[in-house]
Protein backbone atom coordinates (compact mmCIF):
# COMPACT_ATOMS: atom_id res chain seq x y z
CA UNK A 1 0.00 0.00 0.00
CA UNK A 2 1.90 3.33 -1.26
CA UNK A 3 1.75 6.20 0.92
CA UNK A 4 0.53 9.62 0.20
CA UNK A 5 2.21 13.12 -0.90
CA UNK A 6 0.91 16.39 0.48
CA UNK A 7 2.28 19.39 -0.74
CA UNK A 8 1.61 22.11 2.11
CA UNK A 9 1.19 25.68 1.46
CA UNK A 10 2.34 28.04 3.84
CA UNK A 11 2.18 31.43 4.92
CA UNK A 12 3.70 34.10 2.39
CA UNK A 13 3.42 36.41 5.61
CA UNK A 14 1.83 36.32 8.73
CA UNK A 15 2.02 33.01 10.29
CA UNK A 16 -1.65 33.53 11.84
CA UNK A 17 -2.80 32.65 7.88
CA UNK A 18 -1.38 29.10 8.20
CA UNK A 19 -4.57 26.90 7.71
CA UNK A 20 -4.87 24.31 10.98
CA UNK A 21 -4.17 21.39 8.79
CA UNK A 22 -1.00 22.58 7.98
CA UNK A 23 0.05 21.92 12.01
CA UNK A 24 -1.50 18.51 11.69
CA UNK A 25 0.25 17.55 8.59
CA UNK A 26 3.13 18.37 9.77
CA UNK A 27 3.48 16.68 12.81
CA UNK A 28 2.10 13.25 11.36
CA UNK A 29 4.53 13.31 8.53
CA UNK A 30 6.32 10.36 8.36
CA UNK A 31 8.76 12.96 6.33
CA UNK A 32 8.77 16.26 5.98
CA UNK A 33 10.55 17.56 2.69
CA UNK A 34 11.25 21.46 2.76
CA UNK A 35 12.79 23.99 0.46
CA UNK A 36 14.81 25.85 3.58
CA UNK A 37 15.33 23.27 6.76
CA UNK A 38 16.01 26.51 8.53
CA UNK A 39 12.94 28.62 7.45
CA UNK A 40 10.66 25.30 8.55
CA UNK A 41 12.01 25.26 12.36
CA UNK A 42 10.82 28.71 12.12
CA UNK A 43 7.58 27.92 11.03
CA UNK A 44 7.56 24.90 13.19
CA UNK A 45 8.13 27.30 17.05
CA UNK A 46 6.04 29.63 15.37
CA UNK A 47 3.10 27.28 15.18
CA UNK A 48 4.05 25.54 18.35
CA UNK A 49 4.53 22.31 16.84
CA UNK A 50 7.03 19.44 17.05
CA UNK A 51 8.22 16.91 14.16
CA UNK A 52 8.03 13.41 14.81
CA UNK A 53 9.29 12.54 11.50
CA UNK A 54 12.44 13.02 9.50
CA UNK A 55 13.70 15.74 7.51
CA UNK A 56 15.21 16.19 4.16
CA UNK A 57 15.78 19.45 1.89
CA UNK A 58 14.14 19.78 -0.89
CA UNK A 59 15.14 22.41 -3.06
CA UNK A 60 15.99 23.29 -6.65
CA UNK A 61 19.83 22.05 -6.51
CA UNK A 62 18.72 18.97 -5.43
CA UNK A 63 15.69 17.90 -7.14
CA UNK A 64 16.66 15.67 -9.66
CA UNK A 65 18.67 13.35 -7.15
CA UNK A 66 15.84 13.82 -4.22
CA UNK A 67 12.97 13.16 -6.26
CA UNK A 68 13.27 9.20 -6.31
CA UNK A 69 14.62 8.88 -2.83
CA UNK A 70 10.97 10.52 -1.60
CA UNK A 71 9.31 8.44 -4.30
CA UNK A 72 11.09 5.67 -2.70
CA UNK A 73 9.47 6.54 0.61
CA UNK A 74 6.16 7.02 -0.59
CA UNK A 75 6.26 3.33 -2.39
CA UNK A 76 6.85 2.11 1.01
CA UNK A 77 3.65 3.61 2.41
CA UNK A 78 5.21 6.95 4.23
CA UNK A 79 3.12 9.90 4.48
CA UNK A 80 5.21 12.77 2.77
CA UNK A 81 4.73 16.33 3.60
CA UNK A 82 6.34 19.12 1.02
CA UNK A 83 6.88 22.76 2.09
CA UNK A 84 7.99 25.74 0.55
CA UNK A 85 9.47 28.75 1.74
CA UNK A 86 5.99 30.41 0.85
CA UNK A 87 2.73 29.83 -0.44
CA UNK A 88 1.89 26.33 -2.45
CA UNK A 89 4.51 24.19 -3.47
CA UNK A 90 5.19 23.66 -7.73
CA UNK A 91 3.95 27.15 -8.30
CA UNK A 92 7.53 29.12 -9.13
CA UNK A 93 8.61 26.60 -6.42
CA UNK A 94 10.03 23.27 -6.00
CA UNK A 95 7.60 20.37 -6.37
CA UNK A 96 6.51 19.69 -10.11
CA UNK A 97 8.74 16.86 -10.43
CA UNK A 98 8.15 14.99 -7.28
CA UNK A 99 3.86 15.44 -8.14
CA UNK A 100 4.62 14.27 -11.92
CA UNK A 101 6.78 11.12 -10.47
CA UNK A 102 5.04 10.16 -7.75
CA UNK A 103 2.02 9.67 -9.92
CA UNK A 104 3.72 7.59 -12.10
CA UNK A 105 4.60 5.59 -9.04
CA UNK A 106 0.65 5.31 -8.75
CA UNK A 107 0.90 7.45 -5.51
CA UNK A 108 -2.55 9.55 -4.28
CA UNK A 109 -1.26 13.63 -4.09
CA UNK A 110 -3.29 15.95 -2.41
CA UNK A 111 -2.82 19.67 -0.65
CA UNK A 112 -3.28 21.04 2.14
CA UNK A 113 -4.58 24.70 0.75
CA UNK A 114 -3.88 27.92 2.38
CA UNK A 115 -2.04 31.16 1.38
CA UNK A 116 -1.06 32.13 -2.61
CA UNK A 117 0.77 35.37 -3.79
CA UNK A 118 -1.16 34.52 -6.61
CA UNK A 119 -4.56 35.15 -6.00
CA UNK A 120 -3.98 37.94 -2.52
CA UNK A 121 -2.08 39.84 -5.65
CA UNK A 122 -5.43 39.43 -7.83
CA UNK A 123 -7.65 40.30 -5.27
CA UNK A 124 -6.23 43.53 -3.86
CA UNK A 125 -5.13 44.50 -7.17
CA UNK A 126 -8.38 46.34 -8.53
CA UNK A 127 -7.77 44.57 -11.74
CA UNK A 128 -10.23 42.54 -13.53
CA UNK A 129 -10.04 38.65 -12.17
CA UNK A 130 -12.71 37.09 -13.77
CA UNK A 131 -9.91 35.66 -16.02
CA UNK A 132 -6.34 35.65 -15.38
CA UNK A 133 -3.20 33.77 -16.27
CA UNK A 134 0.13 33.55 -14.35
CA UNK A 135 3.59 33.58 -15.91
CA UNK A 136 5.43 33.18 -13.11
CA UNK A 137 9.32 34.88 -13.30
CA UNK A 138 10.39 36.46 -16.55
CA UNK A 139 13.48 35.84 -18.05
CA UNK A 140 16.30 37.81 -16.50
CA UNK A 141 18.03 38.87 -19.53
CA UNK A 142 16.41 41.34 -21.72
CA UNK A 143 16.34 40.08 -24.94
CA UNK A 144 14.72 36.84 -23.76
CA UNK A 145 12.31 38.62 -21.27
CA UNK A 146 11.13 41.35 -24.11
CA UNK A 147 10.60 38.25 -26.44
CA UNK A 148 8.36 36.90 -23.74
CA UNK A 149 6.66 39.88 -23.21
CA UNK A 150 6.11 40.84 -26.85
CA UNK A 151 4.26 37.47 -27.10
CA UNK A 152 1.46 38.21 -24.02
CA UNK A 153 1.15 41.84 -26.07
CA UNK A 154 -2.39 41.37 -27.20
CA UNK A 155 -3.37 38.87 -24.25
CA UNK A 156 -6.54 40.10 -22.81
CA UNK A 157 -7.02 38.38 -19.55
CA UNK A 158 -5.38 39.48 -16.64
CA UNK A 159 -1.39 38.70 -15.96
CA UNK A 160 0.55 38.29 -13.01
CA UNK A 161 4.31 37.62 -12.35
CA UNK A 162 6.75 37.02 -9.84
CA UNK A 163 9.73 38.91 -9.79
CA UNK A 164 12.86 40.14 -7.86
CA UNK A 165 12.91 43.13 -5.84
CA UNK A 166 16.19 44.67 -7.93
CA UNK A 167 14.68 43.64 -11.15
CA UNK A 168 11.40 45.04 -10.52
CA UNK A 169 12.00 48.72 -12.04
CA UNK A 170 13.46 47.27 -15.56
CA UNK A 171 11.12 44.74 -16.02
CA UNK A 172 7.88 47.29 -15.33
CA UNK A 173 9.82 49.42 -18.14
CA UNK A 174 10.14 46.37 -20.07
CA UNK A 175 6.38 45.65 -19.74
CA UNK A 176 5.49 49.77 -20.57
CA UNK A 177 7.38 48.96 -24.15
CA UNK A 178 5.78 46.11 -24.76
CA UNK A 179 2.21 46.83 -23.20
CA UNK A 180 2.13 50.52 -23.67
CA UNK A 181 2.72 53.11 -21.14
CA UNK A 182 -0.65 53.27 -20.08
CA UNK A 183 -1.77 50.33 -19.70
CA UNK A 184 -2.85 49.25 -16.48
CA UNK A 185 -0.71 47.66 -13.51
CA UNK A 186 -0.19 46.63 -9.59
CA UNK A 187 3.02 46.17 -7.67
CA UNK A 188 2.32 44.27 -4.60
CA UNK A 189 5.01 44.29 -2.07
CA UNK A 190 5.57 42.04 1.28
CA UNK A 191 1.67 40.83 1.31
CA UNK A 192 0.01 40.29 4.01
CA UNK A 193 3.59 41.55 5.97
CA UNK A 194 3.63 44.41 7.99
CA UNK A 195 5.47 46.62 5.57
CA UNK A 196 2.99 45.41 2.86
CA UNK A 197 2.31 48.29 0.16
CA UNK A 198 0.36 47.68 -2.95
CA UNK A 199 0.92 50.28 -5.70
CA UNK A 200 -1.49 50.86 -8.50
CA UNK A 201 -1.56 53.17 -11.94
CA UNK A 202 -0.63 53.02 -15.43
CA UNK A 203 2.97 50.96 -15.98
CA UNK A 204 4.42 54.22 -16.62
CA UNK A 205 4.29 55.93 -13.34
CA UNK A 206 5.19 52.63 -11.67
CA UNK A 207 8.38 52.41 -13.43
CA UNK A 208 8.79 56.18 -12.00
CA UNK A 209 7.90 54.94 -8.74
CA UNK A 210 10.07 52.27 -8.54
CA UNK A 211 13.02 54.41 -9.25
CA UNK A 212 13.70 54.80 -6.07
CA UNK A 213 14.53 50.96 -5.17
CA UNK A 214 12.06 47.88 -4.32
CA UNK A 215 12.61 45.94 -1.30
CA UNK A 216 10.97 42.98 -0.96
CA UNK A 217 8.83 39.77 -2.35
CA UNK A 218 7.09 41.04 -5.60
CA UNK A 219 3.98 40.23 -6.94
CA UNK A 220 3.14 41.84 -10.26
CA UNK A 221 -0.62 42.17 -11.81
CA UNK A 222 -0.67 44.05 -15.19
CA UNK A 223 -4.53 44.48 -16.84
CA UNK A 224 -5.03 42.72 -20.27
CA UNK A 225 -5.05 43.97 -23.72
CA UNK A 226 -8.02 45.30 -24.84
CA UNK A 227 -10.19 42.72 -27.25
CA UNK A 228 -9.42 43.38 -30.94
CA UNK A 229 -11.82 42.54 -33.17
CA UNK A 230 -11.32 40.61 -35.43
CA UNK A 231 -10.79 41.55 -39.05
CA UNK A 232 -12.77 40.98 -42.34
CA UNK A 233 -11.35 38.66 -44.65
CA UNK A 234 -11.75 40.52 -47.78
CA UNK A 235 -8.88 40.85 -49.65
CA UNK A 236 -8.26 44.74 -49.37
CA UNK A 237 -8.74 44.63 -45.85
CA UNK A 238 -6.21 41.76 -45.49
CA UNK A 239 -3.68 43.77 -47.60
CA UNK A 240 -4.35 46.97 -46.22
CA UNK A 241 -3.72 45.68 -41.94
CA UNK A 242 -0.63 44.54 -43.35
CA UNK A 243 0.76 47.53 -44.76
CA UNK A 244 -0.25 48.96 -41.95
CA UNK A 245 1.53 47.39 -39.50
CA UNK A 246 4.63 47.77 -41.80
CA UNK A 247 4.75 51.10 -41.69
CA UNK A 248 4.60 51.11 -37.75
CA UNK A 249 8.23 48.82 -37.90
CA UNK A 250 6.54 45.65 -38.32
CA UNK A 251 8.76 43.11 -40.53
CA UNK A 252 6.51 41.77 -43.53
CA UNK A 253 6.72 38.31 -42.26
CA UNK A 254 5.25 38.84 -38.74
CA UNK A 255 2.71 41.93 -40.01
CA UNK A 256 1.12 38.84 -41.98
CA UNK A 257 1.23 36.66 -39.38
CA UNK A 258 -0.46 38.55 -36.85
CA UNK A 259 -2.83 39.68 -39.52
CA UNK A 260 -3.55 36.05 -40.81
CA UNK A 261 -4.35 34.98 -36.83
CA UNK A 262 -7.16 38.20 -36.56
CA UNK A 263 -8.51 37.34 -39.91
CA UNK A 264 -8.84 33.24 -39.17
CA UNK A 265 -7.40 32.65 -42.35
CA UNK A 266 -4.21 30.42 -43.42
CA UNK A 267 -1.09 32.35 -43.70
CA UNK A 268 -0.73 31.35 -46.78
CA UNK A 269 -3.40 33.07 -48.32
CA UNK A 270 -2.19 36.74 -46.50
CA UNK A 271 1.11 35.92 -47.93
CA UNK A 272 -0.30 35.50 -51.34
CA UNK A 273 -2.59 38.58 -51.40
CA UNK A 274 0.04 40.88 -50.41
CA UNK A 275 3.03 39.76 -52.90
CA UNK A 276 -0.35 39.62 -55.51
CA UNK A 277 -0.58 43.05 -55.26
CA UNK A 278 3.10 43.72 -55.43
CA UNK A 279 3.29 41.89 -58.56
CA UNK A 280 0.91 44.13 -60.03
CA UNK A 281 2.82 47.23 -59.70
Not at 186 to 199: I, S
Request: with cysteine.
Amino acid sequence: MTGVLVLAATPIGRVGDAPPRLAEELAGADVVAAEDTRRLKRLTDDLGITLSGRVVSYFDGNETTRTPVLVEALSAGQRVVLVTDAGMPSVSDPGYRLVLAALEAGVHVTAVPGPSAVLTALAVSGLPVDRFCFEGFLPRKAGERGRRLAALEHEERTMVFFEAPHRTEATLAAMADAFGPDRAAAVCRELTKTHEEVRRGPLADLVTWAGDGVRGEVTLVVAGADPVAPLGGDPETLRAAVAEREADGMSRKEAIVEVAGLAGVPRREVYNLVHAKADQR
